[in-house]
């Protein structure tokens, strides 16, 4: 099993802060937001300065931000670990997908989701 650690950190660590920089601006602390959002386009150019992405560097990180971005925006927020918001058209497809339980439903999505951007490599290689 081929697992690059050091891009899947690189990669965590822009979701973390991409989710802390929106739930930060949207319960209205500006300033702290504007701090936050230095640190990640700080982290962005780092990145893409210092590291040599791998191929499949912005699907993990598509993945990744899929699967950590609402939980850590709703930490932030204090709000229900899996609520799932009703403006952002990510979100409405979501909810039209799992019309049912969207909760549970986006749960379940991330626990299908996370070993295939762990594995990403090696998933794509099943199938060549």
Do not use: H
């Amino acid at each position: 099993m081929n697992i690059n650690f050091p891009e899947l950190l690189i990669i965590l660590v822009l979701v973390v802060l991409a989710g802390i920089k929106e739930a930060t601006y949207d319960e209205n602390l500006k300033t702290l937001s504007g701090y936050v959002q230095l640190a990640v386009l700080s982290a962005w150019a780092l990145t893409v300065s210092f590291y040599t992405a791998e191929p499949f560097f912005f699907v993990r990180y598509g993945l990744t931000r899929l699967i950590f971005y609402d939980l850590i925006y709703n930490v932030t927020r204090s709000l229900t670990l899996f609520y799932v918001g009703n403006i952002k058209p990510t979100d409405r497809f979501l909810r039209w997908i799992f019309r049912k339980n969207v909760e549970y439903g986006y749960f379940f999505l991330r626990i299908i989701l996370l070993p295939i951007a762990i594995f990403f490599e090696n998933f794509i290689n099943l199938f060549q």
